[in-house]
């Protein structure tokens, strides 16, 4: 991508969040998706992205779940209107659950009902709403005549601006969705200061954690993944890939680690003797992992896992990332990834990108 051409689409995409015709806040999810679908899925050879509506249902399901959860005694509205129709959906289907999605998308009948459903309203409402600026059509993202078989295309070069920029834009896309949230009257009254309400709309819902812990405890047979030491007291559970890089929560991201190498690790990506390990883990006891994923109502996709780990490195080669090997030491993220996350053919991936050539 060339810069003038990365600055055009920052400007566009500026725009669209700007530009305040919503009174959903489905314009944010969508963003939101055709963001993390570009970090999820590889592009064709001519750097476009065909994108079914349901996947794009998928990761509406995936947001609003946590968000259909009652904040101090009440569900948060997300429409200035009464509520918005997808999260009437997911709470009605989350209250059928322990509140875990990996329960609900075990479930093939109610998973693919609920897809199709949200499915349905996305067609309808924010899809062909999003790139409207006033009475203008900017289509930059993808365009309508193209829209065939449920299925939209990503234009050349719009997959690839996705994957460079995911994490400012998702930042921008979060600040407006908190704004929107702040400004529909019917939260007024249940809202505090900005920081909590951010923590609660897209962090992680702790109430599991202790249990996926201990799964990935007894997966590792009690030692740390990082060390492979013993650890003695409880434990931490770690996003392999940092959180902060991609906020996501697959249980194929996690393992287990003592408090002081998770500590030490922080945000940093681990060195590629760990990537080494993470492969071995997953490739080779994934099966077994799944089965426990869903036994404890965790979602998994293991493909999707190493798609985003890919990316994040391929993130940190091209920003000369230091990767972490233990307390204090580093090493710099170079080609070496790449062999240890075993790179399919076919696929147009991140890697092969260069952020500016
Ligand atoms: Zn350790």
Redesign the pocket.
Known sequence: MKPDEAIRFLRQFQELLAEGGFVATYKFALLQALADLSVEHGSASDGSLPLHVEQIAEKFIEYYWNQARPFQNQVLRQNTKGQAEVVRLVEEFRTQTDGRLGRLQASQKAWSSLKRRVAGIIIKMPLWKLQTIGNHQNEFLYRKRDYNNRTIRLLPGVPEAFRIFHPLLTSMIRGGWITQIHRIKGNRDVLGPGAELEAFLFGTDRSSLTQYRDLLRRHQAGE?F??G?KVGDEGDLDHFIPWSRYPLDLGHNFVF??K??NNAKRDYLAASVHIERWRIQNLDHGHRLATDFNQVGLAHDLERSLLIARWAYQQGQASQAQLWVQKGQFEPCDYRWQAALGMPGGLRLAAEEQPYE
């Open positions: 740390c990082y060390c030491k680690a003592h002081g190498c």
